[in-house]
Each structure stands twice: as structure tokens, then as C-alpha cells.
């Protein structure tokens, strides 16, 4: 018990120093927790056993290839990469040594193609050219997909925007990238504006736009 006083007082101690705060009042701490200033002086001074090289050593192995990662890996990756080495260690033990370190893998929200370039046909022309700010409504919408992630996956949101307003008249969720859904977002602008006429729709390359336009 008296030994993990020692240990967390010196720990605290070595924070502080290195943050450049003001310093511990260690006297003040051991005499709050009741342990011997000179024992706690005589432990500091002891040469770190072994096991504590041994510890060190695979932490700075740890942190390595943490920092080579780009701080990406976590503990099961790293623990692989050390096995693939020849170092037996346990995946919690290396939890364990990154919690200590205070470091741990960063999130990277896995990327999803939602745009399939296709040709144009000659049915198909970009007609709209850029003139982007339709003077009445209804004669210019866009439709767009986006990916949004969820912990249980990917979801698809696709969307109809009527440019004269920059309002969204029309969406839908999907689970997957089919041109139905397209087919659906379109249908349901078309109902909430009670479209009669023909007007230009315009998108990016993507296949799933294409097949409905088509």
C-alpha cells in the first residue's frame, strides 16, 4: 500500500514539473497520507527494478508505433504488430499501458463512394450551365446523395433542391444506393409542388441520377 503512495505521489509530482505549474508541496501530501518523507525519498532514489525496464521498454515500443500510425492504431492493432515482432504481450496489458500514457486510437469515419461517374448520352446534356439562380420556382431542382454514418453502417440520404428557394422540397433515407431511391425523392418533390410542366434537373455524374433521368 505504501509503495503505490510512493508511486502516485511521484506521478503527480513528475505532472506537475513537466506542465511547468507550481511545484508539489510533497511534504505536505506524504504528511496528508501518512507515509515517510524519507521513505518516499529513498524509494524515488531506487534503481528501477526490471520488471520496471522491461514495463518502460515496451511502453516506448507502444508509444512508437502509436506515433507511427499517426496516432490512429489502438490496442488490438498494436498488440498484433508486437507479436508480429516476437514480443508476447496480452491486448488488455496493452490497453492497460495506453491508458497510463494517456493515449488511445483516434476515430477515422470510413469513406464510401456515393457518386459513380458515368458517359453522358446525347439524351443527357448539361443544359443548365451554371446559371444557378432560376428566377421563378420550380424551374430548376438538383438532387444530391450523402452518406452519413451510423454505428450500425452507412445510411444514404438523397435530397431535391429547388433552386429559386435553396430549400430542400423533398428527401429520403436509404440503406443502399439503388436509383429507386432517386426515383422516389423525385416522385415525392413532384407531389409536394404539384408539378404540371416540364422543368430542368439537373445533378452530378452519378449513375443512380442518371437511370432516372434516363
Known sequence: MTQALFIETAKAEETMNSKGKRRLNVSGVLRILGVSRNGYYS??????????????????EIRKIYDDSYQNYG??????????????????????????MGIRAQYIKPYTQTTVNSNFSEELKNILNEQFNPSI??????????????????????SIMDLFSRKIIAWVLSDTLEAKW????????K???????????????????RQEVA
Not at 75 to 100: D, F, H, Q
Not at 182 to 189: C, G, H, L, M, W
Open 75 to 100: 490496442a488490438p492493432k498494436i498488440t498484433s504488430l508486437l507479436s508480429e515482432k516476437g514480443e508476447k504481450i496480452s491486448e488488455k496489458t496493452v490497453g492497460n499501458y495506453m491508458r497510463e
Open 191 to 209: 407531389e409536394s409542388r404539384n408539378v404540371d410542366k416540364p422543368l430542368v434537373m439537373h445533378s452530378d455524374r452519378g449513375v443512380q441520377v
Open 137 to 158: 420556382p420550380n424551374a430548376v431542382w438538383c438532387s444530391d446523395i450523402t452518406y452519413i454514418w451510423t454505428f450500425e453502417g452507412f445510411v444514404y440520404l438523397t
Open 43 to 60: 524509494f524515488k532514489n531506487m534503481p528501477p527494478s526490471e520488471q520496471q525496464l522491461h514495463k518502460e521498454a515496451r511502453m516506448e
Open 182 to 189: 432517386v426515383v422516389e425523392s423525385i416522385n415525392k418533390a
